[in-house]
């Protein structure tokens, strides 16, 4: 079996898993009474989707850890690459992200309002996760303390400070996916192209050949939740969902060798934390102004007029052109 048809098969097999587990979970997390709660302060007509069954990402957390125990042991009986160790340090990373997102979850629905852990507890924990990812990866001698810059091919000694913005990245990014869940398929469709970016790289053998099987396990995943995810959704990622995915990105962007790429191809994530910080610094500054008509700015865009299906399909778009741009200027 060659590796490009291994491939293929690992990504259709998390597809239908992710189909038939979201499929199964949606009615149990409806009998669990595990519905969005839709806070006062969002667009009205976000009312609608109150009830709807959230922690959905517990569907493609559990098909893409399936999928990889089947995987594994077929690539070694075939003696194909292998680069466990990476891969593990990537899939622990985005489930620990992910575990996060189910306590925060939890706690919402333990509370029966659309507030769990406060931001301070939801830091610190994804401060120790990153943290032991960072001191993980300097004790096996994974990394160093040189940052590279993006298609300029220049190396940054950073020393020390390089870890301070190694843990800003890999806190920041997965509450950007976060902040990114906030209509029907958005989140998971931007990520779908994220990983396909990743994958290309991985199958290109560029500095992360080992990393595409875990790309495309991602992309299969938010196919398959996207089929019960997109507008008009069935069942939101939640916490659970988002958080996994915004860890996935960062770790494959940090075992690529090129960190702060996930800025460039990320820009969607980039730009809606971007709104938020904007919209909250020029409210307090001016006394009670706002920049955007609501932040992050998928709402800003909904309350212009724009559908939800039209700022997927444009931010996907934007997703797309600078993930190509990437690929091929790397």
């Not at 089947?70 to 990476?86: E, H, K, Q, T, V």
């Not at 029966?112 to 996760?129: D, H, P, T």
């Amino acid at each position: 079996m060659s590796e490009q048809l291994f491939l293929i098969l690992a990504l259709a097999v998390c597809f239908v898993f992710t189909l038939l587990s979201t499929k199964w979970i949606i009615p149990k997390l409806k009998s669990m009474k595990m519905g969005q709660k839709i806070l006062d302060i969002g667009p009205r007509w976000h009312k609608s989707k109150e009830g709807t069954p959230t922690m959905g990402g517990l569907a493609f957390i559990l098909s893409i850890t399936a999928t990889m125990l089947i995987a594994w042991p077929i690539r070694r009986a075939f003696g194909m690459y292998d680069n466990s160790s990476l891969l593990l340090v990537v899939y622990f990373f985005a489930l620990a992200n992910g575990i996060i997102g189910m306590v925060d979850d939890y706690a919402k629905f333990s509370k029966g309002k659309n507030q769990g852990l406060r931001s301070w507890q939801k830091f610190l924990l994804q401060l120790i996760v990153s943290g032991g990812l960072l001191l993980f990866l300097s004790v096996r001698g994974y990394t160093t303390t040189e940052l590279y810059l993006p298609f300029v091919n220049v190396y940054l000694q950073l020393g020390a400070f390089y870890y301070v913005v190694m843990l800003l990245l890999l806190t920041g990014v997965p509450n950007s996916v976060n902040l990114t869940d906030g209509i029907d398929g958005l989140a998971a469709s931007v990520t779908l192209i994220v990983a396909a970016f990743f994958a290309a790289v991985g199958l290109a053998g560029q500095p992360g050949q080992g990393i595409a099987l875990f790309a495309l396990l991602i992309a299969g995943a938010c196919l398959g939740f996207l089929c019960y995810n997109f507008h008009p959704a069935r069942i939101f990622m939640g916490d659970t969902g988002s958080l996994f995915l915004g860890g996935a990105v960062a770790a494959m962007a940090f075992m690529i060798g090129n960190p702060l790429i996930i800025l460039i191809v990320g820009i969607i994530y980039i730009i809606e934390t971007a709104s938020v910080m904007l919209q909250v610094g020029y409210f307090k500054l001016s006394g009670g102004k706002r920049i955007f008509k609501m932040a992050p700015i998928h709402h800003h865009f909904e309350k212009s007029g724009w559908g939800e299906v039209k700022i997927v399909l444009v931010f996907s778009l934007v997703t797309l052109v600078m993930a190509v741009g990437s690929y091929f200027l790397m």
